[in-house]
């Protein structure tokens, strides 16, 4: 399977897609003014303690303090992590392991106090109404290896299958590891085809990095940024391209002079399949991506057999649901069900990437009688899913056909990102019809006339509102008149929507 990467850039924006086979499979979008920080180290102070949900807030400087769960702070320097320079440990848990305490997680009033400077990473940027999650496990990423300053560990991606060749890069990592460094590493999908040499280079680069962290440390100012990672174009140079990438286009000569000397330093193997864009036509265009991403942002995918799906994106759940729509097959009800359900595998797995859609995911198939079938339907959604690059959970379908996903979520959906919710709907999707604001203006009046003696009534809605109570709801308007005794008139406000009204005392 063949990819491209496209970047690009402007002065406000700067856009990745990545295109497998000529059809987009995922767009990474970054913005001037509010750039994700995951990845990036702040130096904090805790602000608030949560004893009930074993937690904290702490201030880093954003717009909402950050949230630190127990389970991300590192408890006590781990054996063989010695000097470490910003040590986060309550002075009760360390007592407690050095007296040989059993070793149960300490609680997180033992960990922190309130007004304590901390050194955090950022690794899920805010979403919504929610603070950035943080932890106290450093990482630092390089092109094939991870750097944990606090940790011996050495560890292979577990998108490394084969075993010889997982033993031979933790063998590889030991022998590049001195006896006296600090830190342990995990190495990357992409350490595979890596030589001993190139993963050496990456882990002085990040000892570099880790070094300089330290010293803007030691001095920085609660709510100060220590390191940021890389812009979006180099990051995807770094994580997103591999072996069977075959060109990274970028319409930016800027961009695209950062990424050559970028990928010199640190990816030389891929330095000429960077291609300078200067085409009149914009970049995006050569592969329809504006119109994919448009698509990507509409509930509803057709599908090439008639079929279609539609995705619901709510706060608690994503629901996807499988339809035949307008494909009735040539043989049989199930054969017609079973190919609409196999296409729809498909075409879920890309809408994930594309949606970049997160957490609880429900999927519900249409139900098949044929246990092969659901078998074959199942498999099928495992193996699309398994070229997602984020890790993706998924459950045996159930007697009604639903299969449900959980996939990580670190930023925000390719809708969130892009749109905001209706202002007149609230994001339900539905407005009152025209009857139903008419009913509760008439309800409003007879709670008006009650409450305040006022001459006359004035009512100020939209048209088809104003034209309906003209109109059907006339002789309603007339006995309403009638019944409290005072004459109402009505006026139509062009830049009301359907939903909005005011009843105004004369």
């Known amino acids: 399977m063949s990819e491209e990467i496209l970047i690009n850039v402007t002065p406000q924006e700067t856009r990745v897609a990545v295109i497998e086979n000529g059809v987009l499979q995922e767009v990474h979008i970054e913005r001037a003014r509010n750039r994700g920080i995951v990845g990036n180290i702040y130096k904090g102070r805790v602000v608030r303690i949560l004893p009930g949900m074993q937690a904290a807030f702490v201030e880093i400087g954003l717009e909402r303090a950050a949230f630190l769960h127990a389970a991300d702070i590192r408890p006590w320097p781990e054996n063989g992590a010695r000097g ?15 007296q040989g305490a059993p070793s149960t997680a300490p609680r997180i009033h033992e960990l922190l106090h309130e007004g304590q400077e901390i050194v955090v990473q950022v690794v899920k940027d805010p979403l919504g109404s929610k603070g950035a999650r943080l932890t106290t496990q450093i990482t630092l990423p390089a092109r094939y290896v991870v750097f944990m300053p606090y940790t011996r560990h050495i560890g292979v991606s577990q998108k490394i299958g084969d075993e010889q060749e997982r033993e031979r890069l933790r063998a590889l990592m030991r022998a590049a590891v001195g006896d006296g460094d600090e830190g342990g590493y995990i190495l990357r999908t992409a350490a595979e085809t890596a030589t001993e040499q190139e993963i050496r280079n990456d882990m002085a680069y990040l000892r570099r990095v880790w070094a300089a962290c ?11 940024l220590i390191h940021e990672d890389l812009s979006l174009p180099l990051r995807a140079m770094r994580d997103l391209v591999r072996d069977n990438v075959e060109k990274i286009r970028i319409d930016s000569r800027e961009t695209y002079q950062k990424a050559v000397e ?11 399949r960077i291609e300078y864009y200067p ?8 592969y329809a991506v504006e119109d994919e991403i448009q698509k990507a942002l509409a509930p509803k995918v057709l599908l090439k057999s008639g079929g279609y799906l539609v995705i619901d994106q709510t706060e608690a759940m994503t629901t996807i649901d499988v339809n035949t729509g307008a494909f009735v097959g040539r043989k049989n009800l199930e054969d017609t069900l079973f190919k ?25 198939f249409i139900d098949m009688e044929d ?9 099928a959604l495992e193996k699309a899913l398994a070229r997602d690059r984020t890790k993706v959970h998924m459950t045996e379908m159930s007697p009604l056909g639903l299969v449900e996903l959980t996939r990580k979520r670190t930023r925000e959906s390719l809708e969130r990102l892009l749109c905001q919710p209706c202002p007149i709907c609230q994001g339900r999707g539905t407005l009152k019809t025209p009857q139903t604001v008419c009913y509760e203006i008439f309800r409003e009046l007879l709670r008006e006339a009650r409450q305040f003696g006022a001459d006359e009534y004035l009512v100020v809605a939209s048209q088809p509102v104003i ?31 359907q939903e909005q009204y005011d009843v105004v005392l004369l």
């Open 84 to 98: 470490v320079p910003f040590e986060t440990v309550g002075t009760n848990a360390l007592a407690r392991a050095s």
């Open 214 to 224: 330290q010293e803007r440390a030691r001095s920085a100012k609660p709510g100060e």
């Open 262 to 272: 970028f990928a010199a330093e640190f990816i030389p193997e891929v330095a000429d």
């Open 279 to 286: 085409g009149e036509r914009p970049i995006f265009d050569l």
């Open 340 to 364: 609409t359900n196999l296409e729809a595998a498909q075409a879920i797995a890309r809408q994930l990437r594309l949606r970049n859609l997160g957490g609880m995911i429900i999927v519900d």
């Open 371 to 379: 246990a092969d079938h659901r078998r074959a339907v199942l498999r």
């Open 467 to 497: 034209d309906l109570l003209l109109d059907e709801e006339a002789e309603s308007l007339m006995r309403l008149q009638e019944f409290i005794g005072r004459p109402i008139q009505l006026k139509v406000e062009p830049l009301y929507h």
